[in-house]
């Protein structure tokens, strides 16, 4: 193998999908609900989107951004149409969207401190690693940047205590994705605008998991109505074709002017075209009520088929951003899911993520939780405490 080994790989190739569906290189069959995490929000190659990017294959694919690309402005006016946010900056990835986040808040505060909690995940590069508050991503790189301060996440009282004049934004995700989907509860969401007003820094929403309608909202942090600075997305935001976004209030604007930022690749026609025709069917008003009816329909299922397994622990999440906690091996299940033909990827130490697409049918849902207690009613608790807890 040729390849750094970064990733420890399941032992399967996908060699095409549709829809919900993937078929593997022996011709197996599985219902995706990984959505090459949060990616493919409208399923494998969805028409429309496929459609507008072979449109502009004709057209022509890219150009520098020291040139007019309409196409940017028209996706930008998508994104910020429906949030309280006003100018976007297009990147390639989640990293590079916290990244420009981080250089942003810094620039236009003057200011240099950055909170974020324990558990969170923001990204690979050196700035978005060292904002990342899990000591396993940042093992063997040395020292890191030093301007990152961790509190410990849904501790209300920790960020009321917090204090500093030298505080340029807090950074949070609404749900922990990757951290063991842990919601944050309203009171410390909360907490995190009222602090971050006090303090005169900025709120910045890292969405690029949650975003894009994952939970039934453009963003999630509509549900908590919170009134970020800066939101960030990317996962979802081109159905599979990489693009990240950074959105921001008016009033940055002059702290990004040229030259203090930029990106050969970010925002150009190809990928464009695929966040526009992403956005036209997902921000809509009845495409995001089945999201959240879906979600309620899947956690519904899976509290009333799974919960009284001695191995499953809560069922959680919102929208189809959905977490089984459970107390036995994580891999293990998601190996056995994979020979039921579901799969499904690990969050944090003991919870079963769940990232179907966002156009799921109710069928492939009651499939997916058929396949999934069929497997966990096989499984053996890690240990004997649950037992006495029934
Ligand atoms: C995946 C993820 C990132 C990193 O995105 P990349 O595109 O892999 O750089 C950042 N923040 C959150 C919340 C994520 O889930």
Same mark, same amino acid.
């Given at each position: 193998?040729?390849?750094?080994?970064?990733?420890?790989?399941?032992?399967?190739?996908?060699?095409?999908?549709?829809?919900?569906?993937?078929?593997?290189?022996?011709?197996?069959?599985?219902?995706?609900?990984?959505?090459?995490?949060?990616? =493919?929000?409208?399923?494998?190659?969805?028409?429309?989107?496929?459609?507008?990017?072979?449109?502009?294959?004709?057209?022509?694919?890219?150009?520098?951004?020291?040139?007019?690309?309409?196409?940017?402005?028209?996706?930008?006016?998508?994104?910020?149409?429906?949030?309280?946010?006003?100018?976007?900056?297009? =990147?390639?990835?989640?990293?590079?969207?916290?990244?420009?986040?981080?250089?942003?808040?810094?620039?236009?505060?003057?200011?240099?401190?950055?909170?974020?909690?324990?558990?969170?995940?923001?990204?690979?590069?050196?700035?978005?690693?060292?904002?990342?508050?899990?000591?396993?991503?940042?093992?063997?790189?040395?020292?890191?940047?030093?301007?990152?301060?961790?509190?410990?996440?849904?501790?209300?009282?920790?960020?009321?205590?917090?204090?500093?004049?030298?505080?340029?934004?807090?950074?949070?995700?609404?749900?922990?994705?990757?951290?063991?989907?842990?919601?944050?509860?309203?009171?410390?969401?909360?907490?995190?605008?009222?602090?971050?007003?006090?303090?005169?820094?900025?709120?910045?929403?890292?969405?690029?998991?949650?975003?894009?309608?994952?939970?039934?909202?453009?963003?999630?942090?509509?549900?908590?109505?919170?009134?970020?600075?800066?939101?960030?997305?990317?996962?979802?935001?081109?159905?599979?074709?990489?693009?990240?976004?950074?959105?921001?209030?008016?009033?940055?604007?002059?702290?990004?002017?040229?030259?203090?930022?930029?990106?050969?690749?970010?925002?150009?026609?190809?990928?464009?075209?695929?966040?526009?025709?992403?956005?036209?069917?997902?921000?809509?008003?009845?495409?995001?009520?089945?999201?959240?009816?879906?979600?309620?329909?899947?956690?519904?299922?899976?509290?009333?088929?799974?919960?009284?397994?001695?191995?499953?622990?809560?069922?959680?999440?919102?929208?189809?951003?959905?977490?089984?906690?459970?107390?036995?091996?994580?891999?293990?299940?998601?190996?056995?899911?994979?020979?039921?033909?579901?799969?499904?990827?690990?969050?944090?130490?003991?919870?079963?993520?769940?990232?179907?697409?966002?156009?799921?049918?109710?069928?492939?849902?009651?499939?997916?939780?058929?396949?999934?207690?069929?497997?966990?009613?096989?499984?053996?608790?890690?240990?004997?405490?649950?037992?006495?807890?029934?």
């Amino acid at each position: 193998m040729n390849l750094f080994p970064t990733y420890k790989r399941f032992p399967l190739t996908v060699e095409s999908g549709n829809g919900t569906t993937v078929v593997d290189n022996q011709g197996n069959e599985y219902l995706d609900f990984v959505s090459g995490i949060a990616v =493919c929000n409208l399923g494998h190659r969805p028409p429309t989107v496929q459609q507008a990017i072979a449109e502009q294959l004709d057209k022509l694919w890219h150009v520098s951004n020291l040139y007019h690309i309409p196409l940017q402005q028209e996706a930008a006016e998508l994104l910020t149409n429906v949030t309280n946010l006003d100018y976007v900056f297009f =990147c390639n990835s989640g990293a590079e969207a916290n990244e420009a986040a981080i250089k942003l808040a810094r620039k236009h505060t003057g200011k240099e401190k950055i909170i974020t909690f324990k558990n969170s995940f923001h990204g690979r590069t050196f700035a978005t690693m060292s904002a990342t508050g899990q000591g396993k991503v940042q093992e063997g790189y040395g020292t890191m940047l030093p301007t990152f301060e961790y509190l410990p996440y849904n501790d209300t009282k920790a960020l009321e205590n917090l204090h500093g004049e030298d505080i340029a934004a807090i950074m949070v995700e609404v749900i922990q994705g990757e951290g063991g989907l842990v919601e944050g509860s309203a009171a410390f969401l909360e907490a995190a605008q009222e602090k971050s007003w006090e303090l005169g820094a900025l709120l910045i929403v890292d969405e690029v998991q949650t975003g894009i309608g994952r939970t039934g909202a453009p963003f999630a942090y509509q549900h908590a109505e919170l009134d970020p600075d800066i939101v960030t997305a990317a996962k979802g935001l081109g159905s599979g074709f990489p693009v990240g976004a950074m959105i921001g209030k008016e009033p940055l604007a002059d702290s990004f002017n040229p030259g203090s930022h930029g990106t050969t690749f970010g925002g150009n026609p190809l990928a464009m075209a695929a966040v526009k025709a992403t956005l036209e069917a997902i921000f809509n008003y009845h495409f995001l009520q089945e999201v959240k009816e879906k979600g309620a329909f899947l956690q519904k299922e899976l509290q009333t088929r799974l919960l009284p397994l001695l191995t499953v622990q809560e069922v959680r999440g919102q929208g189809l951003m959905i977490g089984v906690e459970v107390k036995a091996s994580v891999p293990s299940i998601i190996e056995e899911l994979r020979g039921q033909g579901l799969l499904a990827v690990p969050a944090g130490v003991n919870v079963i993520r769940l990232l179907p697409p966002l156009n799921v049918s109710y069928d492939e849902i009651q499939t997916a939780v058929q396949r999934l207690e069929s497997v966990l009613k096989q499984t053996k608790a890690a240990d004997e405490d649950k037992l006495n807890t029934h």
